[in-house]
């Protein structure tokens, strides 16, 4: 194959994966841009409860990631766990658009939704595992390649949402299509993906719940998720402030929001290619340090933005820097518990988890202190803390993972 479809992408269960994660992003792709519109502004949240429950939710998706995850080591195969992550999806969009207030969309919120959300971390375990017996090189290419599908799904879909529903007076229906997009998710999951014999090593197995908890909240992966996460708030905080600041101090509209993430998409996929080709060439931290300055860049102009042209003008900045912060840390996190693919993988929903944590707390501080905009420069700076942590854990002597706990 040539080098733009590495050889790596004929495998099977990695080009099922990354078709599922497609799905996937779409349900993400349609509702997260119009999340907080819906929730603040539709059915009455307040700033403080939106970040609350974004908090709790993430909270609810990593322990359920952790979990599933491995269960999924222990079981030796994926499909289960992944159709019944889908089936909550179903679930947890489709009773937002049948029962649309504020304590549906706050239950929604807190147990569905959460548990669809860990498909991701069990999708990239599914493919990681797919990849036993790769070099790093191709690892690193076919985690950038299923993230890469993530975006593409954001390239078309939050633009043509926000067409379609722009003159309608609820952004609602985004939640229905949303459902409809996990069915098809569970659809190719169930006769797409390649069944997976129970073959993982007997360790694996072994691994008590509790001890993968344990594992997972050790000093020596914590301390990494810390640093990573940092950096990934600012991806939770500019969902929730580009369509407050674009429909509000850049006076643009709601259709102009879907466009922005549509354009900022096309360009991660781009640029996650280039990314992942300075990562393989120069190591996981040359490339995500200058991602991540480029994003803080990003986020510290937002906070200025005060007409729609400023935000069209920022997409360049924003799409280069997301590509960085989306696609490196996957394989960043997965080699911190490496002979476990999908507790390793679990690892990206608890950097979701602590990430959305961070994210839900600047918000709150940064709207109660200097509002939407003074947030958006307050997220540069925590992005910026984030890189400069990391940096200071790769000056360490590598300090020897934590026994996991066995029955």
């Known amino acids: 194959m040539n080098r733009l479809f590495p050889d790596v992408f004929?495998?099977?269960?990695i080009r099922a994966s990354m078709i599922a994660i497609f799905t996937f992003g779409m349900a993400g792709a349609m509702t997260?841009?119009?999340?907080?519109?819906?929730?603040?502004?539709?059915?009455?949240?307040?700033?403080?409860?939106?970040?609350a429950l974004s908090f709790v939710s993430a909270a609810v998706n990593v322990v359920i990631s952790v979990l599933l995850g491995n269960l999924a080591d222990r079981l030796g195969?994926?499909?289960?766990t992944m159709i019944?992550?889908?089936?909550f999806g179903i679930v947890g969009y489709g009773m937002v658009y049948a029962f649309p207030t504020a304590a549906i969309f706050i239950i929604s919120g807190l147990l569905p939704l959460p548990i669809f959300g860990a498909l991701n971390s069990l999708l990239f375990a599914n493919a990681r595992a797919a990849m036993q017996g790769m070099n790093r090189s191709d690892m690193v290419t076919a985690n950038s390649g299923v993230r890469a599908m993530i975006s593409l799904s954001w390239v078309l879909i939050p633009g043509i949402t926000g067409l379609v529903l722009s003159g309608a007076s609820s952004m609602l229906p985004a939640y229905l299509f949303a459902g409809l997009s996990c069915v098809l998710c569970l659809g190719i999951i169930i006769f797409a993906l390649p069944k997976r014999a129970g073959a993982m090593m007997a360790e694996l197995r072994r691994l008590t719940y509790i001890g993968a908890l344990r594992e997972v909240v050790s000093p020596r992966i914590s301390a990494h998720i810390a640093g990573v996460a940092l950096i990934t708030s600012t991806l939770h905080l500019n969902d929730a402030l580009l369509p407050?600041?674009?429909?509000?101090?850049?006076?643009?509209?709601l259709s102009d929001v879907g466009i922005l993430v549509g354009i900022v998409a096309l360009l991660e996929v781009i640029f996650i290619i280039v990314w992942s080709r300075i990562a393989r060439q120069a190591g996981q931290m040359t490339a995500l340090a200058p991602g991540t300055i480029i994003y803080a860049l990003f986020l510290g102009l937002l906070g200025f933005a005060s007409q729609?042209?400023?935000?069209?003008?920022?997409?360049?900045?924003?799409?280069?820097?997301?590509?960085?912060?989306?696609?490196?840390?996957?394989?960043?996190l997965q080699d911190l518990i490496a002979d476990r693919p999908g507790l390793g993988s679990a690892?990206?929903?608890?950097?979701?988890?602590?990430?959305?944590g961070i994210g839900a707390l600047v918000f709150a501080a940064g709207t109660w202190a200097t509002g939407y905009s003074g947030t958006a420069v307050l997220s540069a700076v925590t992005g910026l803390s984030g890189i400069a942590l990391l940096g200071l854990l790769q000056r360490r002597p590598a300090v020897a993972p934590a026994d996991a706990e066995v029955q």
């Not at 019944?84 to 089936?87: D, L, R």
């Not at 690892?347 to 959305?356: D, G, Y």
């Open 10 to 13: 004929r495998n099977p269960a």
């Open 32 to 51: 997260a841009p119009y999340r907080s519109v819906i929730g603040i502004r539709e059915l009455g949240l307040s700033d403080g409860l939106y970040s």
């Open 77 to 80: 195969e994926y499909r289960s």
């Open 84 to 87: 019944g992550a889908c089936i």
């Open 244 to 253: 407050l600041i674009a429909t509000g101090a850049a006076h643009g509209r």
């Open 308 to 332: 729609p042209w400023h935000l069209y003008a920022l997409t360049l900045l924003a799409g280069i820097g997301a590509a960085a912060i989306i696609s490196i840390p996957i394989t960043y």
């Open 347 to 356: 690892l990206i929903s608890v950097n979701i988890f602590a990430s959305a």
